[in-house]
């Protein structure tokens, strides 16, 4: 399978401790991005980076949240200190820089985090 | 600032019938419109977009959507639904500005019933 792939699927933690989240974009794209999808409502961009640029950040939900792309393949999303509102799904998508300028993304499956 | 709203949270139709998941959206310039669908334990997937053009797009699945711009909809159709399109449609916008950027619906859960 070439698709988006999201490690891991299912993180259950204890608030405070740090978690980080791996996405695996298509080869071939240079944008990356993640979402945050809470029930009931529609996904919400958080950031993105072109190649191993992180070009947009601000839409970062805090200071606790941090993403890296360092060799513009794979990518990390970190959350410090985790609290019980930070439990969601967080979607990684990717997409070719013409794919990006229209907005054709590619999601992955999301991984879903429940902090107790 | 852009957003959209999806009106309902939940369509049900008959399989056969004509379905329709009603979305309108606000962004200063042109807008860039999407459907993305998302099925249980999958990722959101791509179903159609506008860009500019003809104000009626086809897509995925004989999915089809309406750009509206006076009334600022764009609205999701298929003239006969089936029961392998219950799943969760969200429509999506960005303006020509920051094309990084999708701002998406809440989400309308469609159900067809056999």
């Known amino acids: 399978d070439t698709g988006v792939s999201q490690d891991p699927r299912h993180k259950i933690t204890k608030r405070g401790q740090n978690v980080t989240f791996r996405c695996d974009p298509i080869s071939e794209h240079n944008r990356l991005y993640w979402y945050r999808q809470t029930l009931g409502q529609g996904p919400e961009f958080l950031t993105y980076?072109?190649?191993?640029?992180?070009?947009?950040k601000s839409r970062l939900l805090s200071d606790r949240f941090s993403a890296e792309r360092p060799k513009g393949s794979f990518s990390t999303l970190e959350i410090q200190r985790t609290e019980q509102g930070d439990s969601a799904m967080y979607l990684c998508a990717s997409s070719s820089t013409p794919g990006g300028n229209t907005g054709e993304l590619f999601f992955g499956e999301g991984s879903r985090l429940t902090v107790l | 600032a852009q957003s959209v709203a999806q009106p309902e949270d939940q369509v049900n139709v008959a399989e056969g019938n004509p379905l329709t998941v009603k979305c309108t959206y606000s962004?200063?310039?042109?807008?860039?419109l999407f459907w993305y669908v998302q099925y249980p334990n999958r990722g959101l997937q791509f179903l159609l977009k506008?860009?500019?053009?003809?104000?009626l797009v086809k897509g995925s699945y004989g999915f089809e959507a309406e750009f509206n711009k006076s009334q600022t909809s764009f609205h999701l159709k298929k003239p006969s639904a089936l029961v392998s399109d219950s799943a969760l449609y969200f429509c999506?916008?960005?303006?020509?500005?920051?094309?990084?950027?999708?701002?998406f619906g809440a989400g309308t859960t469609v159900t067809v019933r056999a």
């Open positions: 962004v200063s310039g042109n807008p860039y």
């Open positions: 980076f072109q190649n191993e640029a992180q070009l947009e």
């Open positions: 506008y860009i500019t053009g003809d104000n």
């Open positions: 999506a916008v960005r303006d020509g500005t920051n094309d990084y950027k999708l701002s």
